[in-house]
C-alpha cells in the first residue's frame, strides 16, 4: 500500500513539473492579429501562413480584418472595431501588418497607451513616421523587389529599356511612389510614368497612354479599382484587365498575380513577413525585451515566371535564366 502511495504522489509530481514547464505555459498566449486588407487579398493569405506556421499550437489567434482596399474611407472605424476586440480578447502581443493597421490602430489606441508586445510587419513608410521602434514595438518593413524585378524582365525580355507602373490610389501605392522616386535613378530601365488611378477606367486610359513609350508595365496593387458600374473589383479582376489592355511584358508584386497574368517577378512574400513577425513576439513572450529587437526588413526574392505569357508573347528565354524560377500558368 505504501508503495502504491509514493507511486501516486511521483505521478502527481511529475504532472505537476510537466504542467509548469516554460514549453507548456507558452501555449497559453494570445495573439490578436490585426490585418489591414481582406481576408481573401492574396497578401494577406501569404502572411496568415506565415504566423500560423510559427504560432500555431503555441498561442491562441484571433485575426482582424480591416479590409481597406475595398474600403480604405471605413479604415478609421475598423481600428475603432480592432481596439474594440482588443480590449474584448486581452491579447498577451499584438501583430499589426500593413500600414493602415498602424495608422488606425497601433497609433491612436496601443502606442504609449498599452504595455504589450507589438510586432509590426508589412509597413511601406520609414519606421520613424510612426514613431518607432519604442520600448514595446519593432518589426519588419516591407520593400519591394522593384529593380530586381525590372533585370529579372529584362533577361527574359533584352529588349525593354522604359518601364511604367499603374496602381490603384491608395497609400501604398503612394509609398510605393516613393520607393521609386529614391530608387529609379538605379534602375536598369528609364521610368516613364507612375499613375495611380481610381476606376479601371482611368486605369485603361493611363495604359493606352503608356503604350507608345513603355516596354515593360508594373501592375499591381490594383484591388478596389472601380468598373463602370460602380462595382468593386478584387486584385485578380482589375490585374488582368490592365494587363490585357497593355498587351506587353508585365511585372508585379506577388506570386499570385503573376499566376494572374504577369509575365514575371521577383516577389517578396508575406510568408516571410508573418513568419518573422510571429518570432519576433514569440521571442517576446519567451522574456526577450522588444527594445533589444531591432527593426528588420524582408530580404528574400522568389523568381516567378509565367509559362502561359512567355507563349502568348512568342518569348523563348535562354534556359538557364529559367534555372531556380518557379514557373508557373495562369490561372482560370
Known amino acids: 500500500m505504501m508503495g502504491q502511495r509514493l507511486t501516486v504522489a511521483r505521478a502527481l509530481f511529475l504532472l505537476f513539473a510537466l504542467l509548469c514547464a516554460p514549453g507548456v505555459q507558452a501555449e497559453g498566449h494570445r495573439v490578436l492579429v490585426v490585418m489591414s486588407y481582406e481576408v481573401d487579398y492574396p497578401w494577406d493569405i501569404e502572411v496568415k501562413e506565415g504566423i500560423d506556421s510559427v504560432l500555431s499550437g503555441q498561442a491562441e489567434i484571433r485575426y482582424f480584418y480591416m479590409n481597406t482596399k475595398t474600403d480604405l474611407a471605413g479604415s478609421r472605424e475598423k481600428g475603432k472595431e480592432a481596439y474594440a476586440l482588443y480590449r474584448e480578447f486581452n491579447p498577451d502581443g499584438i501583430v499589426a501588418m500593413d500600414d493602415n493597421a498602424q495608422e488606425d490602430f497601433v497609433l491612436p489606441f496601443i502606442k504609449d497607451k498599452e504595455k504589450l508586445p507589438v510586432i509590426f510587419g508589412g509597413v511601406n513608410a520609414e519606421p520613424e513616421a510612426y514613431g518607432y521602434p519604442t520600448d514595446q514595438i519593432s518589426g519588419i518593413l516591407d520593400r519591394f523587389h522593384i529593380s530586381e524585378s525590372i533585370s529579372f524582365a529584362q533577361q527574359i525580355a533584352p529588349g525593354i529599356r522604359t518601364v511604367g507602373f499603374i496602381l490603384k490610389e491608395s497609400p501604398t501605392a503612394k509609398l510605393i511612389d516613393d520607393q521609386v522616386e529614391k530608387e529609379k535613378a538605379g534602375y536598369s530601365a528609364q521610368v516613364t510614368g507612375f499613375h495611380m488611378v481610381k476606376t479601371l477606367a482611368e486605369a485603361l486610359s493611363a495604359v493606352n497612354a503608356m503604350k507608345g513609350n513603355t516596354d515593360l508595365l508594373f501592375a499591381a496593387v490594383l484591388s478596389g479599382a472601380t468598373d463602370a458600374e460602380g462595382n468593386v473589383l478584387n486584385e485578380k479582376q482589375a490585374v488582368r484587365a490592365v494587363?490585357?489592355?497593355?498587351?506587353?511584358?508585365?511585372?508585379?508584386?506577388?506570386?499570385?498575380?503573376?499566376?494572374?497574368?504577369?509575365?514575371?517577378?521577383?516577389?517578396?512574400?508575406?510568408?516571410?513577413?508573418?513568419?518573422?513577425?510571429?518570432?519576433?513576439?514569440?521571442?517576446?513572450?519567451?522574456?526577450t525585451p522588444v527594445k533589444d529587437m531591432p527593426v528588420t526588413r524582408n530580404r528574400h526574392g522568389k523568381r516567378v515566371i509565367n509559362a502561359t505569357v512567355l507563349k502568348e508573347l512568342g518569348i523563348k528565354p535562354n534556359a538557364a535564366i529559367l534555372r531556380g524560377a518557379d514557373i508557373v500558368k495562369t490561372e482560370p
Open 243 to 287: 494587363i490585357k489592355a497593355f498587351g506587353g511584358p508585365t511585372i508585379t508584386n506577388l506570386a499570385q498575380n503573376v499566376k494572374n497574368g504577369a509575365l514575371c517577378a521577383v516577389v517578396k512574400t508575406g510568408q516571410e513577413q508573418g513568419s518573422v513577425t510571429a518570432e519576433m513576439l514569440l521571442k517576446a513572450f519567451q522574456g
